[in-house]
């Protein structure tokens, strides 16, 4: 039986958008918007770990999976810890690398809003937002502002 052209053209065409190749450039289509979530999202929580008075798990999803997101913890930290004076919890949040200093302060804003900030609901004693001096790096604690540059 002839194979028309066609059709085996449409075939090919079929396979290769199967295989993910397709003349359709991606770039404009897979850049990420600024309100999609970060990678952080997408990947499974970390298991919770504790000791004694402590412990340290996966952030919050409502934090988690906010823009530019890439990684963090939530942390119980008990009383006479190095990190802060005090006994709370402590947020630290990692931004994609090339997120802009604007994001990433806002980042550190939205956080609050949510309740994972100084005087929030959720007893937070210290919160870090950045990923170095290219993306900014923001911090609260009490006694100061809400999410102060660190230089």
């Not at 006479?80 to 990433?104: I, K, L």
Request: charged share 15%; proline share 9%.
């Amino acid at each position: 039986m002839p194979v028309r052209p066609a059709a085996a053209l449409a075939a090919a065409t079929a396979v290769l958008a199967l295989a993910g190749c397709t003349g359709t450039d991606r770039t404009a289509a897979g850049a990420a918007s600024p309100e999609q979530p970060g990678p952080a999202c997408s990947a499974a929580p970390s298991p919770s770990e504790s000791w004694l008075g402590g412990w340290r798990k996966s952030l919050p999803d409502e934090v988690r999976c906010l823009p530019h997101v890439s990684s963090g913890y939530y942390m119980r930290q008990p009383s006479g810890s190095d990190e802060v004076e005090g006994e709370g919890n402590v947020v630290m949040v990692t931004v994609e690398p090339g997120t802009a200093r604007e994001q990433t302060l806002a980042l550190c804003r939205r956080i609050t809003e949510l309740g994972y900030g100084i005087d929030g609901p959720n007893g937070v004693v210290f919160l870090s937002v950045g990923n170095g001096e290219e993306t900014g790096s923001y911090f609260s604690m009490p006694g100061q502002e809400t999410c102060l540059m660190r230089l």
